[in-house]
């Protein structure tokens, strides 16, 4: 959304974040819905993420408001391709198999989620791209039930960022009535089509997607 908001519709990329966040709290609620359905949600997991993640949140929002364009873009462009990395190699890595609902997988959680509120207000992403695999190699989680709990905690994390970079005046509120009803539609058949992907098919789509997003980032030219 975020390229194409800038790309194509010229919205300057504050403006795109901003907005991005609004309509991603749609997509959380479309998508866990899909993924709960289908018994690969985490409600638990869910909330120790959202629980952290809503409170860092706002900071991000407020530090993206204070950047530059071209820092923004040529920071997370760097973070993406390192976690497309990540998840390509996750078979090779060692990691846990599983750990049982004890402190040490709720502190990972919680720590997740620090990070990912951060980057969900500060880049105006769902925060999936810390949330899935930090669950999937730190945590145990298989990358359906990661990607099904990311999406449930997103939403109110979301929320509290897209609230903040709306008192920035980093909203659209105009394209709202357009992109959401797509989010919509679109998230149903993304997370239907996503529960019948073998793992180790999903893990690569994922992670070409998050490269191609990423070289564009990297590619932003420094102004003169």
Known sequence: MIPLMTGVLRLTQH????TSLVALVFTGI??????????TVDVPAA???ATTAIITARAGAHFAHSLPEWKLKRSFGGFLILVSLLMLVKPYLPHVAGLDNGWPKIMILLLTGVFTGFLSGMMGVGG??????AMVLLAGFSQHLAQGSSLLAMVPAGAVGAYTHAKLENVKSGLLAGLI???LIGTYFGS???LRLPEATLRV?????LIWTGVKYLRTKKPD
């Not at 403006?15 to 901003?18: E, L, S």
């Not at 479309?30 to 018994?39: Q, R, S, V, W």
């Not at 999936?128 to 695999?133: A, L, Q, W, Y």
């Not at 789509?205 to 997607?209: D, G, P, Q, S």
């Open 15 to 18: 403006q795109a974040h901003g």
């Open 30 to 39: 479309a998508g866990a819905l899909t993924y709960a359905i289908k018994g």
């Open 47 to 49: 909330a120790a993420l």
């Open 128 to 133: 999936g791209t810390i949330m899935v695999p």
């Open 181 to 183: 009803p797509g989010i």
């Open 192 to 194: 239907t089509l996503a």
């Open 205 to 209: 789509i994922f992670a070409i997607v």
